[in-house]
């Protein structure tokens, strides 16, 4: 299994508190990435990162941030929590290998509820 | 932009009976693409891939051909057992950062 350690693991907070999810890898691939699932939608990008420092948005990116310092770290911010955001977040990363047919491994995912 | 659709589940069938699950996709392109299977509790892990035209991918008895022409990539397994009970997903990737999902069909398999 690819090393890919999601913290939390779960989490309540309350609306309008800060909240940060970290994802941590130990097989050194270039990109990382932050879904989110909720039922009815499968999996929707938020954002991802193709190197330290190197992030982009994806469709559902409005209300977080991201940041990338080290290879191995990404983390996903929630400035301002809202109950919108109540889900499941899961991190994935992928090699790059010449050509775009390398799968992404996922983390187990965190629960995080916001009340 | 590109899509992927999954037919609506939940799906329950008996032990040992036949498993297809229908996934489609649009795409400028020609992309890879993906089946992943995610237990309770757990990330998605993959299933099997297929990189181009006609390619079959196949793991765990479970098997799904690339089909250019009709732009699918249907999931079949001869002969489903209770511990394949999971939510299956569709995914095809375009680009190094552009994976689409399907919104994923659970099967459920009686004993």
């Known amino acids: 299994d690819a090393g890919i350690t999601q913290s939390p693991r779960h989490k309540v907070t309350e609306t309008g508190t800060p909240v940060t999810l970290r994802c941590h890898q130990t097989e050194n691939h270039r990109y990382m990435y932050w879904y989110r699932q909720d039922p009815g939608h499968g999996l929707r990008l938020i954002h991802y990162s193709y190197g330290v420092k190197d992030t982009d948005k994806g469709e559902v990116s409005d209300g977080y941030s991201v940041s990338r310092s080290k290879t191995e770290d990404f983390l996903l911010t929630l400035e301002s929590a809202t109950s919108s955001q109540t889900s499941v977040y899961f991190c994935?990363?992928?090699?790059?290998?010449?050509?775009?047919?390398?799968?992404?491994?996922f983390g187990d995912g965190t629960r995080l509820s916001i009340l | 932009g590109d899509s992927v659709t999954q037919m609506e589940g939940p799906v329950t069938l008996s032990e040992e009976a036949f498993l297809t699950i229908n996934c489609t996709y649009t795409?400028?392109?020609?992309?890879?693409l993906f089946w992943y299977v995610q237990y309770p509790g757990e990330g998605l892990q993959l299933l099997l891939k297929?990189?181009?035209?006609?390619d079959k991918g196949s793991n765990k008895g479970f098997e799904a051909t690339y089909r250019k022409e009709t732009t699918s990539f249907h999931l079949e397994k001869g002969s489903v057992q209770v511990s394949d009970s999971a939510v299956y997903f569709c995914a095809s990737r375009g680009g190094y950062q552009k994976v689409t999902f399907g919104t994923g069909t659970k099967l459920q398999v009686i004993p």
């Open positions: 795409a400028t392109g020609y992309p890879s």
């Open positions: 297929a990189t181009k035209a006609d």
């Open positions: 994935a990363i992928s090699e790059v290998r010449g050509n775009s047919n390398q799968p992404q491994h």
